[in-house]
């Protein structure tokens, strides 16, 4: 097994691409969150709901660990996640804006969460030390997130709800794979360091989860990466999260109490 | 089954190795890879060494005509008297 690696002993570039890596990963956890929290209320049922509500609880929770990854760049993670304007977040596309109805709380689970899941195995596998001891919790709750995406989808793929959350999921799916694996100077960079596999065995590790599922669904998974319109220093598509969203995410009106 | 017709699973756990398994509540799920999930995130405040969950038409009372496994019974003969 290779050598576990700090930030110390990486280069300026790798450091760069690895905090990038780091703020896409929480910042997509935290939003995530905020989505599945929407839905303990109005959730199918009384235990969908307990169960999107602890998933946003779980997915809280996984970005706070990712973001106090940062104090080994010597920033405040404090900071980071409090002061950061809408512009600034990495996270990927789908969880922008809020989920319209339950099949896009569903393709949520599957595409964004399981993309998510995908990144976060390889990041664990690879060298950077404070992933493999930090993730593999992550991935054990993760484990159960999978289990209700899929459980939902067979569900919803034999209802009157199946072109819906086809629909959904097609609208997910290109945005969260150029942002999972998108192809990038970056993605090579952490792949060459051994802190991420590459980005094509990051998307077969995708498939091998979902790709039955989809293909039940006419749905296919490829991706060709970034395109023109990418953002290479936040390392996704154009376009950033709503103002309130970023309000929630910050805990703006929590601190709000408190200024006199 | 629709989604929204779900079925009772009974939700039985343990806290250590060699403790008795206890019956510690129930969900209901179209199907039990959902029970399995609603079961873990219902009862999530301890932290379990396991946790298992049965549907509730599987429990086949043995002294009852009574309560809510007596339609199991299946017109099976109750044994022991119930108290």
Known sequence: MSEPLSVDALTDSQRTALRRLILRLADTKRLLGIRFSDWLLGAPSIETGIAASSMAQDEWGHARLLYSMLKSFGEDPVEVERDRAREAYANAPAVDHEFADWAEVVAGMVVVDGAMTALLAGFAEGRFELASNRIPKMLGEEEFHRDMGLAWLRSLAGSAGRGRVTEAIRAFLPGTLAWMAPGDDAEAELAEAGVIPSGAETLERFRSVYGEAFQALGVSIETSGAGDDFDAARGRGPGAPDEETVERARGDRNRALFVE | ?83
């Open chain 2, 1 to 83: 089954m629709s989604i929204l017709e779900g079925e009772v699973f009974d939700v039985f756990a343990r806290k250590e190795r060699g403790d008795a398994l206890q019956h510690i509540g129930y969900v209901d799920a179209p199907d039990i890879d959902l029970a399995r999930v609603y079961a873990w995130k219902t009862y999530d405040e301890l932290n379990w060494f396991e946790m298992c969950v049965v549907p509730r038409s599987a429990i086949v009372p043995v002294n009852r005509t009574d309560g809510p496994f007596a339609g199991n019974a299946l017109g099976r003969p109750v044994v022991g008297g119930a108290r």
